[in-house]
């Protein structure tokens, strides 16, 4: 293993560009962001370029130059998106859950951080942002690429997650999301196909952000002459570190004994299991009646909130909040962070919560066990069982070792996901493209 100070060097000579869709616009764009700005403290040559600009960092490039480049980019967004909803029979259910990757932004690979760079470092890239024709056209130039998978998308024939579906294995075909899986030779095969067929695939080196990913990534059909490597996403411990408790529930209004943290940027989406935490806490309002006055739940992120109204405690609304230190201070408020997702990779809003102390309850799925370790600083449930769920999230919120949860919380972060540890590990990948 090489020393920082010589990593560092060898990265000053080489131009590392990282490309999202979005720097702050859902998850995986904060992740891309999170891992550019610690590349960039710790001494990589490093820029970051995207379509869909939402920060005010000045350091960060846009490909929407001007009002003619931004237009023609909401067209391709468009044109993907009713490519889509052609093969889905017009139907919406599924409209953000496939991507085809058919359409490419205008002077993508005409921008300068693209032609100069060594390595370039792509994010999530759905929606109209990279086609595969301009992967090809990269891997002609012999352009040194990375993927950063999010998701599953980069070894499906076309879904972000595949839930319980394994043709990805196979080479897709029958998909759930099309034809009501009743067709082998779908849209999903022949998509599985083209991607396979990339000229100079064999030069693609694919990052998966949880070993979970990366393991299931290996037994597609589309990764037989690929690397895959496991890194996680980093986190800045500065910013999202312990407040003060009793504070941080005045500035919220917080008035209850035990809060219960649920948040997601769309709250509502049906991934995010919702439903299973009211399941949930109907099964410890029941159970535990004498509690009633005591708990209470606290939301944030954007969505309906009729399902809210059907939940047995009082709750709160914080809306999304843009502000990381904010954010810090919102987990600081809570007892626990549930996150009842039915698929997920390594979600920053654990991580989040973990950096912060917070103790997390989730489903046992995905790469939620890369994060939360059973019973040492959360809780890790059978999936989608709900009375599982309610017993991890009571058993940590009354338990009398609860400060030990929440310190295991915190150095489950430092230890694993620091912004250094992290930039290392990048550093290795970037020079093994680069040779």
């Given amino acids: ?9 060898l990265c000053k000579v080489m131009k590392v560009v990282l490309v999202s869709t979005s720097d702050r616009n859902g998850g995986a764009a904060i992740a891309c962001y999170r891992i550019y700005q610690a590349l960039k403290k710790n001494g990589v040559e490093v820029s970051m370029l995207v379509r869909d600009k939402v920060s005010d960092d000045r350091d960060v490039s846009t490909i929407n130059s001007n009002i003619f480049i931004k237009f023609f980019n909401f067209m ?31 002077n993508l690979l005409k921008n300068p951080l693209i032609e100069e760079a060594d390595v370039i470092n792509f994010h999530w890239t759905s929606q109209g942002m990279l ?19 999010h998701d599953m998308h980069y070894f499906t024939g076309i879904c972000h997650y595949a839930r319980k579906c394994d043709n990805f294995e196979t080479g897709c075909g029958n ?20 991607k396979q067929k990339i000229d100079r695939r064999q ?36 910013v999202f570190r312990p407040y003060d408790k009793a504070k941080a529930r005045q500035k ?54 009729t399902m809210m109204r059907q939940f047995p405690y009082s709750y709160k609304t914080a809306g999304y909040i843009k502000d990381e230190k904010d954010l810090a201070v919102l987990y600081s408020a809570a007892n626990i962070f549930v996150t009842p997702s039915l ?11 973990l950096s912060c102390g917070v103790p997390c309850a989730a489903f046992n799925t995905g ?69």
């Fill in 252 to 305: 919220f209004n917080l008035t209850k004994k035990y809060v219960i943290l649920f948040g997601a940027a769309n709250f509502t989406d049906k991934r995010k299991g919702l439903k299973y935490l009211l399941e949930a806490l109907r099964l410890i309002h029941i159970k535990y009646t004498e509690f009633d006055d005591d708990i209470q739940l606290l939301v944030f992120g954007e969505g309906d909130e």
């Fill in 343 to 353: 698929d997920d990779n390594l979600p920053n809003t654990v991580m989040e919560a």
């Fill in 367 to 435: 790469g939620l066990p890369q994060l939360i370790d059973h019973n040492v600083n959360g809780y890790l449930a059978a999936l989608q069982n709900s009375k599982d769920l309610a017993e991890g999230i009571f058993k940590i919120i009354t338990s009398e070792n609860y400060t030990t949860f929440c310190r295991n919380a915190r150095s489950k972060v430092e230890n694993s996901f620091s912004e250094p540890v992290i930039s290392m590990m990048y550093n290795e990948i970037y020079r093994e493209a680069a040779i």
């Fill in 131 to 149: 086609s595969l024709s301009q992967l090809e056209e990269l891997l002609k130039k012999n352009k040194r690429i990375v993927f950063t998978m």
């Fill in 76 to 106: 391709s967004f468009c044109i993907e998106r009713f490519c889509i909803l052609f093969r889905l029979g017009f139907k919406k259910k599924h409209l953000f859950q496939v991507s085809f990757d058919n359409f490419g932004a205008m």
């Fill in 1 to 9: 293993m090489r020393t920082h100070g010589k990593w560092v060097v």
């Fill in 203 to 238: 030069n693609l080196i694919f990052v998966a952000c949880s070993n979970w990913l990366r393991d299931t990534a290996k037994t597609s059909l589309m990764f037989e002459k690929n690397k895959v490597f496991s890194v996680p996403n980093p986190i800045n411990t500065d």
């Fill in 175 to 194: 998909c759930l999301f099309l034809n009501g899986g009743k067709k082998e030779d779908d849209f999903s095969r022949r998509w599985f196909k083209r």
